[in-house]
Nanobody, 120 residues
Framework: QVQLVESGGGLVQPGGSLRLSCVAS????????MGWYRQAPGKPRELVAA???????NYADSVKGRFTISRDIAKNTVYLQMNTLKPEDTAVYYCNVRSTYYNIGSGGYWGQGTQVTVSS
């Protein structure tokens, strides 16, 4: 079973930046879809950004132009660079992996989450 470990969350002021990291326990990124999701209290979990095994990315409209998802294949790590943070970005951020190649389906595997709080 692949394990995902997120890190990099914290408390920042509006307009600030954070970089989240998600480290996978195996070299699977090149054949997997890696995604960042977030969930705020009282709200459903939503997709923030994703990158496919081929490197194609997509973003939620609310973060386009501010967030960037990237990968370091050699380090089994996916990143989420978050700039110009807003209070509405406050949430627990989760890393997710899905893969047809590795038979990872049914919603994929999830990390434990990392808290991002944007407040003045």
């Amino acid at each position: 079973q692949v394990q995902l470990v997120e890190s990099g969350g914290g408390l920042v002021q509006p307009g600030g930046s954070l970089r989240l990291s998600c480290v996978a326990s195996a070299s699977i990124l090149s054949r997997s879809v890696m995604g960042w999701y977030r969930q705020a209290p009282g709200k459903p979990r939503e997709l923030v950004a994703a990158v496919s095994g081929g490197g194609t990315t997509n973003y939620a409209d609310s973060v386009k132009g501010r967030f960037t998802i990237s990968r370091d294949i050699a380090k089994n790590t996916v990143y989420l660079q978050m700039n110009t943070l807003k209070p509405e970005d406050t949430a627990v951020y989760y890393c997710n992996v899905r893969s047809t190649y590795y038979n990872i389906g049914s919603g994929g595997y999830w990390g434990q989450g990392t808290q991002v709080t944007v407040s003045s």
